[in-house]
């Protein structure tokens, strides 16, 4: 991985590969990440990010509430014990749907698709290892997508194809939207972290709108942030999501 590809890549999956220190051909083997260089909670927050892209297809409340507890998890917002018992629930509700999954066909499978989807996606998001949670919730997400979107779509056809590149693409700027651009670290003043600042990022996270991101970027200009790479993010198009890069520097989080 060289920056050039980082900036313009369109694959996620040497993105993460990058991230998380591996070149490992099945990530689901290591059993130790020795050189990740993605901080847990912001690969937790990747893989949440990942079902959120298509939760609009994944109308199950437990998944979703799942999702949303690995979130909190992440930010240390809940304990261990709580983390551990929405994954074990979201599990326990897989493994009792499975056995219908597999038998079932045509109309019935097509009806079943979203909740199988949504719990196993849950699932992975709450996978303990944060590289192994990331890298499959991405893989995942984007095979699962033209089946989600088109049911009957043609397996490995042109649509089937064009919905799996066009969600790749899109999870390439979520990882640059929440990593930043790993080759060029931005040296961020503690003078920029200033109550104003800190107000608008903390509104827009618990909101989950960031249309306030240019405001941000205003903000930290006048507290003397002359850092190009950051003022641009904010005022660029995005997308902005939770675990931004910037934002998150203005709380000093990884």
Not at 41 to 49: D, G, N
Not at 55 to 74: G, I, K
Not at 199 to 213: G, H, L, N, V
Request: hydrophobic share 40%; proline share 6%; charged share 25%.
């Amino acid at each position: 991985m060289i920056e050039e590809m980082w900036q313009s890549g369109e694959d996620p999956q040497p993105m993460l590969r990058y991230l998380i220190g591996t070149d490992e051909p099945r990530v689901q083997s290591v059993e130790a990440f020795l050189n990740t260089r993605g901080s847990g909670r912001k690969l937790r927050l990747f893989a949440c990010a990942c079902y959120h892209r298509i939760s609009r297809f994944l109308p199950h409340p437990v998944a979703r509430e799942t999702v949303s507890t690995a979130e909190r998890f992440a930010d240390g917002a809940v304990s261990v014990a709580e983390f551990r018992a929405a994954e074990a629930a979201v599990r326990e509700l897989v493994t009792a749907l499975e056995p219908r999954w597999r038998a079932s066909t045509g109309a019935e499978r097509e009806a079943l698709h979203p909740t199988h989807a949504a719990l196993a996606l849950a699932g992975i998001v709450c996978w303990w290892e944060s590289q192994k949670a990331a890298y499959y919730a991405a893989s995942n997400a984007h095979l699962e997508l033209p089946y989600l979107a088109n049911p009957g779509v043609e397996p490995r056809g042109s649509e089937c194809g064009r919905y799996e590149r066009a969600e790749k693409r899109a999870q390439c700027e979520l990882l640059r939207e929440m990593f930043g651009n790993p080759f060029r670290s931005v040296a961020f003043s503690s003078l920029w972290r200033t109550s104003t600042a800190a107000a608008i990022a903390k509104q827009m996270y618990e909101a989950r709108d960031f249309s306030a991101m240019p405001i941000l970027a205003d903000a930290l200009q006048d507290a003397g942030c002359d850092s190009a790479d950051a003022l641009g993010h904010c005022r660029g198009p995005g997308p902005h999501v939770y675990g931004c890069w910037v934002a998150d520097l203005v709380f000093s989080k990884e």
